[in-house]
Nanobody, 126 residues
């Protein structure tokens, strides 16, 4: 069970931090954890993810947010975060956290994740 929070209305160039708390699931045991978003009339797209690698975790960011987003995990709190800055109106979307315990496909494919939160809305106004 994943629950997102931290969404809301922000102005252009503002920043925010989204949180995703897991219950009955341990993020540290996941193979991959990610944030996705879905804007009005758009497909769900991958925003950021980090997954286990052979010797270290691998981080990925979507082209549209690269340099403006940071994904992180607090193992003690079992909470996944997404920090974003320099927000733009096109960042307006429902944001979802996701995770899976094994590799199922590309990090930015929604089919690669079995566990999803219900989403938190982010609205960026100009």
């Amino acid at each position: 069970h994943l629950v997102e929070s931290g969404g809301g209305s922000v102005q252009t160039n503002g920043s925010l931090r989204l949180s995703c708390v897991a219950s009955g699931y341990t993020f540290s045991s996941a193979y991959c954890r990610a944030w996705f978003r879905q804007g009005p009339g758009k497909e769900r797209e991958g925003v950021a993810a980090f997954c286990r690698g052979y010797s270290h975790d691998n981080f990925w960011y979507g082209v549209s947010v690269k340099g403006r987003a940071t994904i992180s995990l607090d193992n003690d709190k079992n909470t996944l975060y997404l920090e974003m800055n320099s927000l733009k109106p096109e960042d307006t979307a429902m944001y979802y956290c996701a995770a899976d315990n094994q590799y199922r496909g590309p990090w930015n494919s929604k089919g690669s994740y079995s566990y999803w939160g219900q989403g938190t809305q982010v609205t960026v106004s100009s």
